[in-house]
């Protein structure tokens, strides 16, 4: 049986093994939805080595990579306010999905939720994630509300905040 494996982000490789899948998921999610330009942008921003760290170091975020079978296949970034998870960033690769792994690293999520206390996660989703959308709304997740987020100079994202309630 195949296992999901849901591994904190604690050390230089395993941050190199979080940009490399960023860099591949994103260009494959997002690359028509965005420029290039504003594609490399964002990665280079967001999810390089540099950036992941000091994201880490300054407790502005948690990273666990999602091993499924061994392989690195995803990964997540997360942060505790309010009384909540909020997850910033949930991706598997793509020639994943269908593998139950998605619906996987959402009961990690639950377990991690669980074990944290909280009642709560809020899912961050770009509007231009058109298949993450579908999924919340497959879920049933409460769509919070719409952000508008200046990713970089002249760079608006519309952000949509859902929100799921833990069974406990």
Not at 116 to 132: E, F, H, I, Q
Request: net charge negative.
């Amino acid at each position: 049986m195949e296992m999901l494996e849901w591994i904190p982000v604690e050390q230089a490789g395993q941050i190199e093994t979080v940009c490399e899948l960023a860099r591949e998921i994103w260009t494959d999610r997002y690359l028509g939805a965005y420029g290039s330009m504003e594609l490399d942008y964002l990665l280079r921003t967001w999810q390089s080595p540099g950036a992941v760290c000091r994201q880490i170091d300054g407790g502005h975020m948690e990273y666990r990579l999602i091993c499924y079978d061994g392989a690195e296949v995803g990964y997540a970034a997360l942060r505790e306010k309010e009384d909540a998870l909020w997850v910033y960033h949930a991706y598997i690769r793509g020639e994943y999905h269908g593998n139950r792994t998605v619906t996987g690293m959402l009961e990690l999520i639950e377990r991690e939720c669980a074990a944290r206390g909280l009642a709560r996660v809020y899912a961050v989703v770009d509007r231009k994630n058109s298949r993450a959308l579908d999924y919340c709304e497959r879920l049933g997740l409460h769509l919070l509300e719409r952000r508008i987020w200046e990713a970089g100079p002249g760079f608006p994202m519309e952000l949509c905040v859902f929100e799921m309630k833990i069974r406990k």
